[in-house]
Every structure is written in structure tokens, then in C-alpha cells.
């Protein structure tokens, strides 16, 4: 059977892949949002959805509720979308390419190197001229959810906060904003830069963080770069993990009185701010130097044909 949406063109698809991730995200939603009485007990599973905690199992509930909703949207999302595209879902997302190891640890230690350099970027957004009696309401809901979020110093914490934070979003944001929306583009001969920052921009957008969204759409844009440089989605998806669970681990450690400095909310001295630009560049020629110009043909699907098919 031809795959329904092989032929359909660029834009189109992109239109009804952002289409069918807003109704997976919905139904998803609404029976995420059924599920917490039932399996946490809360008594306004409302309130724990806009993020205010009142219950001993409301930040439980509402990592639960984190979880199924990106799973739920961005992933499952993707990987049927990419079945309609082609047939072979796991290899349309470029799950199956393979990958040298360099690239996986050059990847992990590029997210190391350029944590100082994303403050900066943090910095500089917030100087950025923006709605203020909107935007900073809402960030300080983030800021609160966020505080809340991180406030643990018990190891089960730890594991199930890193599965949500960290673990969930590399998988299926990569899924879908990388394997699916790039890719896509990539297999449609879009001029490689424009595709990678586009994808990038759209990836800040959906975290409707205001006062992050320029270090986003960087971080989104190089997890790009570094899906069109080593071909495998796996690489993106490490350097992803690798990034958010910093902030998870270093929270921690912090919590548990490990190490002093919050970074989070500590100033980044500028000598490390430029080292870490530094190191970060020299991460990103070296990608272009190993780079393996990875072709985005899309795979093909074995036909089979009417007087091909078994009598019965």
C-alpha cells in the first residue's frame, strides 16, 4: 500500500503534522486530566494542571500529567505521522541510521561546555523589549511551577523528576521536531540553514517560555545541526537528555547540600561565559569537520502489487 502522505507537498504536510499534534495534545490532555483523582487522589486535578500545589501528591500528579501529554502529543505524534509518510516510521525518523560514538560524546560534551553560554542567551532575552505586564506574570508562574518542581531532595524524586524532565522531552520533542518537522524538510530539499533555524524557532515557540526563547531557539537549532550532520536521530536525543538533566542533577546536588552554588540562579562570571562560547564553537566545527552529509532520501516501501498477492 502507498503511504497516503508520500506525495503530498512540504507545507502541506507540516500544516496537518502541527494540526494532528494539537488534536493529539487535547485528547491527551483531557483524559490525563480525568486520570489524577482516580490515580493520585487530587481533589482539583484543575488547579494541579495550571500548576498550583496544595496536596502531598500534587507535583506527582502533575509530572504524571507532563509525561503522558508530551508522549501522548510529540511522540506519538510523529511516529504516526511518519507511518503515513512513508511506511516505515522508524526509519523515517532516522532511528535506525547509524551513528559513531564520537558524535554522541562530542554531543554530550557540547551541552556541558555551553551551559554558561545558554545564560548568557537568558541574559541577553531578558533585556529584550516585551509586554511586561503579561509576559512577567506568566514567567513567574513558570518560576513558581519550576521552584516547586525542583524543591526534592529524596532519590526517588530524583529518578522519577529526571524521567520527566529529562528522559520524556529528549525522546519526544526530538521525535518530533527533529525527526519529523526537519526531517521533512531536509528530505524536501529546504536549504539546510533556513530548515534547522526554522525547526529551531518553532521548538522555542512551544515552550511559551518568553524570557527563554532566543537560548531556545539556539539549543533548538543546534540539536538540528547536530541531527543533519550525523544523520541518526540518537545524537539530538542525548545532547537533549544531556542538557535538562544538568539542570535536574545540579538541583539536586544543590538541595542536598553537595555543591553551594545554585546555578540557576547564580551570575555567570564572563571569563567562564566566554570559555564556554569558545568551547561551544569549537564543538560546532568540529561536527562540521566529522560531518557524514547524510543523505534524506526518503526510504522506499516495498509494493506489492494485485497478481502478486497469495490465492486465498
Given at each position: 500500500?502507498?503511504?497516503?502522505?508520500?506525495?503530498?507537498?512540504?507545507?502541506?504536510?507540516?500544516?496537518?503534522?502541527?494540526?494532528?499534534?494539537?488534536?493529539?495534545?487535547?485528547?491527551?490532555?483531557?483524559?490525563?486530566?480525568?486520570?489524577?483523582?482516580?490515580?493520585?487522589?487530587?481533589?482539583?486535578?484543575?488547579?494541579?494542571?495550571?500548576?498550583?500545589?496544595?496536596?502531598?501528591?500534587?507535583?506527582?500528579?502533575?509530572?504524571?500529567?507532563?509525561?503522558?501529554?508530551s508522549l501522548g502529543?510529540?511522540?506519538?505524534?510523529?511516529?504516526?505521522?511518519?507511518?503515513?509518510?512513508?511506511?516505515?516510521?522508524?526509519?523515517?525518523?532516522?532511528?535506525?541510521?547509524?551513528v559513531g560514538i564520537?558524535?554522541?560524546?562530542?554531543?554530550?560534551?557540547?551541552?556541558?561546555?555551553?551551559?554558561?553560554?545558554?545564560?548568557?542567551?537568558?541574559?541577553?532575552?531578558?533585556?529584550?523589549?516585551?509586554?511586561?505586564?503579561?509576559?512577567?506574570?506568566?514567567?513567574?508562574?513558570?518560576?513558581?511551577?519550576?521552584?516547586?518542581?525542583?524543591?526534592?531532595?529524596?532519590?526517588?524524586?530524583?529518578?522519577?523528576?529526571?524521567?520527566?524532565?529529562?528522559?520524556?522531552?529528549?525522546?519526544?520533542?526530538?521525535?518530533?521536531?527533529?525527526?519529523?518537522?526537519?526531517?521533512?524538510?531536509?528530505?524536501?530539499?529546504?536549504?539546510?540553514?533556513?530548515?534547522?533555524?526554522?525547526?529551531?524557532?518553532?521548538?522555542?515557540?512551544?515552550?511559551?517560555?518568553?524570557?527563554?526563547?532566543?537560548?531556545?531557539?539556539?539549543?533548538?537549532?543546534?540539536?538540528?545541526?547536530?541531527?543533519?550532520?550525523?544523520?541518526?536521530?540518537?545524537?539530538?536525543?542525548?545532547?537533549?537528555?544531556?542538557?535538562?538533566?544538568?539542570?535536574?542533577?545540579?538541583?539536586?546536588?544543590?538541595?542536598?547540600?553537595?555543591?553551594?552554588?545554585?546555578?540557576?540562579?547564580?551570575?555567570?562570571?564572563?571569563?567562564?561565559?566566554?570559555?564556554?562560547?569558545?568551547?561551544?564553537?569549537?564543538?560546532?566545527?568540529?561536527?562540521?569537520?566529522?560531518?557524514?552529509?547524510?543523505?534524506?532520501?526518503?526510504?522506499?516501501?516495498?509494493?506489492?502489487?494485485?497478481?502478486?498477492?497469495?490465492?486465498?
Amino acid at each position: 500500500m502507498n503511504p497516503p502522505l508520500k506525495q503530498f507537498p512540504v507545507i502541506l504536510k507540516s500544516i496537518l503534522m502541527f494540526s494532528l499534534l494539537m488534536v493529539f495534545m487535547s485528547v491527551v490532555s483531557y483524559f490525563g486530566y480525568l486520570s489524577l483523582h482516580g490515580l493520585f487522589g487530587v481533589e482539583k486535578p484543575e488547579k494541579v494542571v495550571e500548576g498550583v500545589f496544595t496536596g502531598a501528591n500534587d507535583i506527582k500528579a502533575f509530572l504524571f500529567y507532563q509525561a503522558i501529554t508530551s508522549l501522548g502529543s510529540f511522540l506519538l505524534t510523529a511516529y504516526l505521522f511518519s507511518a503515513l509518510e512513508s511506511g516505515k516510521p522508524l526509519e523515517h525518523l532516522r532511528l535506525k541510521s547509524p551513528v559513531g560514538i564520537k558524535f554522541i560524546v562530542l554531543g554530550i560534551f557540547a551541552m556541558v561546555a555551553a551551559q554558561f553560554f545558554i545564560e548568557f542567551l537568558v541574559e541577553v532575552n531578558s533585556k529584550l523589549p516585551f509586554p511586561a505586564s503579561v509576559v512577567d506574570e506568566y514567567q513567574k508562574k513558570i518560576a513558581a511551577i519550576t521552584n516547586a518542581l525542583m524543591d526534592f531532595k529524596d532519590v526517588p524524586r530524583l529518578l522519577f523528576t529526571t524521567f520527566v524532565l529529562a528522559i520524556v522531552p529528549a525522546f519526544a520533542e526530538e521525535f518530533f521536531f527533529r525527526g519529523l518537522f526537519l526531517g521533512d524538510m531536509l528530505k524536501n530539499k529546504v536549504n539546510p540553514v533556513f530548515a534547522i533555524a526554522l525547526s529551531g524557532l518553532f521548538f522555542a515557540l512551544a515552550h511559551f517560555e518568553f524570557n527563554n526563547t532566543l537560548a531556545i531557539w539556539v539549543l533548538g537549532s543546534f540539536l538540528g545541526y547536530l541531527y543533519y550532520v550525523s544523520g541518526s536521530l540518537w545524537v539530538p536525543i542525548v545532547a537533549h537528555f544531556t542538557n535538562n538533566f544538568l539542570t535536574v542533577l545540579l538541583k539536586y546536588l544543590f538541595n542536598i547540600g553537595v555543591i553551594s552554588t545554585d546555578f540557576a540562579e547564580a551570575a555567570t562570571p564572563w571569563y567562564l561565559t566566554l570559555t564556554s562560547m569558545l568551547l561551544f564553537s569549537g564543538c560546532i566545527y568540529l561536527f562540521y569537520k566529522w560531518r557524514i552529509a547524510p543523505s534524506f532520501e526518503e526510504p522506499e516501501v516495498e509494493m506489492v502489487s494485485d497478481n502478486e498477492l497469495p490465492d486465498s
